[in-house]
């Protein structure tokens, strides 16, 4: 609106509205600021607008204001001044509803009609209501107006994927929660034992903890809803520029219900309590004997490596085998039992695991002797150590599972951006995907582009919205001869002999959300709402570029898009020049025509694909730092588990010292066992990861063309990560062993 980029705009949208002025007065209150007026039937270039509006761009009555049409400017008169809104950035202008179709080119159309019911009987108002939408039939929408709802299958797909990573959280915090209530049983086992010597039942030792559980669940919980705020705003913040700079969306502060308030203390309160569960009642059950009696490993080793072996392996099985059956339903179900799976059959491969490991370990501390000590150390309590694992190994299998998701995706994009938007001129609209709120131009825009010298082909895209079965859909025309000569299509199902089909008769090209949404196969029918009742069109191939690949979108003929559905103005142009012309030489000659099209932005392909690649690289950015909060959660579970075990060989640790050894020497002990229990979940993190990949790569192939590719980056990110969390994790634990005195750890109990 004020030609300068460089400043930061006061309104971000603005709405064309086109009334009759006499039906919308008696709908709605205009509260027009004297000595102004409101339209008339009889106006033409005359505008209604809020004060909001005049006072960013300095507009007062009788004022012109200049708003982009598919024609090009067009100068309207300020007759009318409504009070400032409540909420500035999105404004309204008014215009007479013949206006408004003269600048849309939408001629003798409407999109939306105001009903006012006189009557207050319910009954009377239901009946009516009733009338109303059996005459219009299911192909209008009665009610509120969604605007954009084309993109809720896209919101949709982003939640699950949002939900999936809550889950794998809520999963690994569970595990971490219940290795810390061992760790408070296994320190207070004399305590419970003593307890239980003077009477105490045991319903009253499982109530004791699991009320300890229920305490550190609200404060946990309270907290959580804090850290989640700020996490979510400190992201709002991040990604507005992005958004505003695509979508033309501006994001408020993140919306707490409180229903997520209650949800999501149900769930930490029920979390935590849960994962106590199972530590409390085997605490209840501990003897005055049985608290002066040591564990005894081997025992714990054949139970453990018994049934839950077999049946871990049964499930890793089943996963392997629903890698082959390419339902996703069923491969997906594959990723929950090849945790479970690895899970299961983690105490019985500890011990070979450990060994391994443990050679490599003492070949690091050679002659040293910490690493034998420190198998052994690890070997003793299979089921804590597995437990600490599965925290590990779900951290890190997310790192490499993203790894291999990111590896794929990167590739597709770069293919795919150059193949949809590798064309030498782009014209773009404020808003990409979401096209129904944008301007379009007529097909003046680009024949004056086409009549500069140097220009070769030009391909555009129109926009218009239908429903097929109750699902919205975008549908955007295309000229079948000159769009792949400018972009293209990347066809998962067909080839390019589609575009022929598209030229002689109603037939469309759908995108995977669309058949994600609507269960149809390429041969079949589908019944198009458009304004002259539905049309019958064929689907003759399954392809997507990559502006709408996550937007229900059919592409059809701009042909029929103007005969049926009426539309007929360009929404995204892409031009290239002909051989051996450079930019320098039109570039001039080309903006200045775009300046009477001031609703695109006028781009080189080139500089849009540096655009969206770094926008990808910030996306993925984003998700790893993301992904950090999942993976720190395992540095927690390890120094638990380390502070136990040092705490359970208090005496051997004094014995060790009283012998002979070292600060250095015990320190380095449980650095070396921190490693080997680090080792452990990383190795099991890389296998779980890469079936994890494979699994969201085989997703994201139903919306794009994309193929597994080997994680190298993650699986060496995930090895680093481990380690890492390994040598941090043993910080404290090897400190407080160094620390102990000979005396009072031999005389520990």
């Keep these: 609106m004020d030609a300068d980029p460089a400043r930061q705009d006061r309104i971000t949208a603005l709405s064309l509205i086109g009334v009759e002025p006499e039906a919308a007065q008696s709908l709605q209150a205009y509260l027009i600021q004297e000595p102004g007026r409101f339209l008339q039937t009889d106006d033409t270039n005359a505008t209604v607008i809020s004060q909001t509006l005049a006072d960013a761009y300095g507009v007062k009555l009788g004022d012109t204001l200049k708003v982009p049409s598919v024609n090009g400017i067009e100068t309207l008169t300020v007759v009318g001044i409504l009070p400032p809104r409540t909420v500035p950035g999105n404004e309204e202008v008014l215009v007479t509803l013949a206006q408004a179709q003269t600048m849309t080119g939408q001629a003798g159309q409407i999109n939306t009609i105001e009903v006012a019911l006189t009557s207050l009987d319910e009954t009377l108002r239901g009946e009516t209501i009733t009338a109303i939408e059996s005459a219009l039939g299911s192909d209008y929408q009665i009610g509120a107006v969604q605007s954009g709802s084309e993109m809720f299958a896209s919101l949709k797909l982003a939640q699950a994927a949002f939900n999936m990573f809550g889950v794998l959280a809520l999963f690994m915090g569970g595990f971490i929660i219940f290795n810390t209530f061992r760790t408070v049983v296994a320190e207070r086992r004399r305590d419970i034992g003593m307890l239980r010597a003077l009477g105490a039942k045991g319903s009253t030792i499982t109530g004791m903890i699991l009320m300890e559980g229920l305490l550190q669940g609200l404060i946990g919980s309270g907290v959580g809803l804090l850290l989640g705020y700020l996490f979510g705003a400190g992201i709002v913040v991040l990604i507005q520029q992005p958004i505003n700079q695509f979508i033309r969306l501006t ?119 910490t690493g034998d000590l420190a198998q052994g150390n690890l070997t003793r309590q299979p089921s804590r150590v597995t437990i600490t694992a599965s925290a590990t190994m779900i951290g890190l299998a997310i790192v490499v599972a993203l790894g291999g998701m990111s590896t794929s995706l990167s590739g597709m994009m770069g293919s795919l951006l150059h193949k949809s938007l590798g064309s030498d001129y782009l014209f773009i609209p404020p808003s990409v995907s979401v096209w129904n709120s944008d301007m379009g131009s007529g097909s003046d825009f680009t024949n004056r582009l086409q009549a500069i010298k140097g220009v070769g082909d030009i391909s555009s895209l129109r926009f218009s919205g239908s429903m097929v079965n109750g699902q919205a859909v975008s549908l955007l025309g295309i000229n079948p001869e000159t769009y792949p000569k400018v972009s293209g299509l990347d066809f998962k199902q067909g080839d390019e002999s589609a575009y022929t089909a598209l030229a002689n008769g109603r037939a469309m090209i759908v995108n995977g ?117 999942l993976a720190f959660p395992s540095l927690i579970a390890m120094v638990n588990t380390l502070t136990i075990s040092v705490l359970e060989r208090t005496r051997e640790i004094g014995m060790i010292r009283a012998v002979g050894g070292t600060r250095k020497q015990v320190r ?80 520990y109990e």
């Design 513 to 629: 959300a669309f058949l994600m949404t609507i269960p149809v196969k390429v041969g079949d029918t589908v019944e198009l709402a458009t304004p002259n009742g539905p049309q019958t069109y064929t689907i003759v191939a399954i392809a997507s570029d990559l502006l709408n690949a996550k937007v229900v979108t059919g592409f059809i003929s701009q042909a029929n898009l103007a005969a049926d559905f009426g539309r007929t103005d360009d929404v995204f142009i892409q031009l290239n020049l002909k051989p051996g012309v450079q930019l320098a030489d039109v570039d001039a000659q080309i903006k200045a025509v775009a300046v009477d099209y001031p609703q695109f932005t006028v781009i080189a392909g080139k500089g849009y694909i540096d655009q969206m690649l770094q926008l990808l690289k910030a996306v993925f950015a984003g998700m790893y730092f993301m992904l950090a909060f």
């Design 668 to 747: 380095r002990m449980v650095v070396a066992e921190a490693l080997l229990l680090a080792s452990v979940g990383t190795a099991f993190g890389i296998l779980s990861g890469m079936y994890l990949g494979y699994v969201i790569v085989k997703a994201l192939g139903a919306l794009f063309p994309m193929t597994y590719s080997f994680p190298l980056s993650g699986i060496l990110a995930g090895i680093a990560i481990g380690l890492i969390f390994g040598a941090l994790a043993a910080v404290i634990p090897a400190r407080q062993a160094a620390r102990l005195q000979v005396v009072e750890a031999l005389r």
């Design 251 to 369: 994001m408020g502060k993140p919306v707490v219900s409180p229903t997520l308030v209650v949800a999501s203390v149900l769930l930490g309160v029920g979390i935590t309590v849960l994962s106590g569960l199972i530590p409390a009642r085997n605490a209840s059950r501990i003897t005055p004997m049985d608290a002066l009696r040591p564990s005894v490993a081997e025992v714990e080793y054949k139970r453990r490596a018994g049934a839950g072996f077999i049946a871990g392996l049964v499930m890793i099985g089943i996963a392997i085998l629903a890698l082959a059956t390419g339902n996703m339903g069923f491969i997906s179900l594959g990723g929950l039992l090849f945790l479970l799976g690895l899970i299961l059959v983690a105490p019985a491969l500890l011990r070979p695991i450990a060994f391994v490991f443990g050679r490599l370990t003492a070949w690091l501390y050679a002659r040293q002797g």
